[in-house]
T-cell receptor, first 112, second 120 residues
Framework: GDSVTQMEGPVTLSEEAFLTINCTYT??????LFWYVQYPGEGLQLLLK?????DKGSNKGFEATYRKETTSFHLEKGSVQVSDSAVYFC???????????FGSGTQLTVLP | NAGVMQNPRHLVRRRGQEARLRCSPM?????VYWYRQLPEEGLKFMVY????????ESGMPKERFSAEFPKEGPSILRIQQVVRGDSAAYFC??????????????????FGPGTRLTVL
């Protein structure tokens, strides 16, 4: 079945550091890939997405590129801020499936 | 345009009681998903509903759990005779399936803030 594997956390960085959170997936066909962010006490918000190979999703300085050859969708940001502290979830959706399949989440803490 | 609304935000129940969680989708959205997030884990799909119809309940436990999405009113996730292992955050998401000719458009799911259930 479908699965998403995320880099385990927690991750602690200083402000302005470079961020990478790894995500790899297993799925049949050509899934759409997503990164969701969950701030403390809140629901998930879509951060970015990519629907086909080599697409790059980007939002708020975050980027991720859909790599079919390595089945990966790593999240990157060049310079993190304290306000980026949250839990980040990688997820996939196959065209024939109706529900998102999530990774286990990565807790990010950015220190001033 | 209000987002997905869930209530209550926090719910405390004793073992054996019933928990009832409500979800109002975004305006114009006719499809609702329920996900459960256990501590330190990602979200796991439970059930997918449209108005008056359960489309996929493959992720829902066979006993004690039920879900509905009536023609009028919010979607309800009901947990009977709760146990400590039911303690989790329950998230609702909605979307509006679309199509363009013969192509099914994968539309975004919008999530509510969740209900945090604690079973004592």
């Amino acid at each position: 079945g479908d699965s998403v594997t995320q880099m385990e956390g927690p991750v602690t960085l200083s402000e302005e550091a470079f961020l990478t959170i790894n995500c790899t997936y297993t799925a049949t066909g050509y899934p759409s890939l997503f990164w969701y962010v969950q701030y403390p006490g809140e629901g998930l918000q879509l951060l970015l997405k990519a629907t086909k190979a080599d697409d790059k999703g980007s939002n708020k300085g975050f980027e991720a590129t859909y790599r079919k050859e390595t089945t990966s969708f790593h999240l990157e940001k060049g310079s993190v801020q304290v306000s980026d502290s949250a839990v980040y979830f990688c997820a996939l959706l196959r065209g024939s499936a109706r529900q998102l399949t999530f990774g286990s989440g990565t807790q990010l803490t950015v220190l001033p | 345009n209000a987002g997905v609304m869930q209530n209550p935000r926090h719910l405390v129940r004793r073992r054996g009681q019933e928990a009832r969680l409500r979800c109002s989708p975004m305006k114009g959205h006719s499809h609702v998903y329920w996900y459960r997030q256990l501590p330190e884990e990602g979200l796991k799909f439970m059930v997918y509903l449209q108005k008056e119809n359960i489309i996929d309940e493959s992720g829902m436990p066979k006993e004690r759990f039920s879900a509905e999405f009536p023609k009028e009113g919010p979607s309800i996730l009901r947990i009977q005779q709760v146990v400590r292992g039911d303690s989790a955050a329950y998230f609702c998401a909605s979307h509006r399936p679309g199509s363009s000719g013969r192509v099914v458009v994968i539309s975004e799911q919008f999530f509510g803030p969740g209900t945090r259930l604690t079973v004592l």
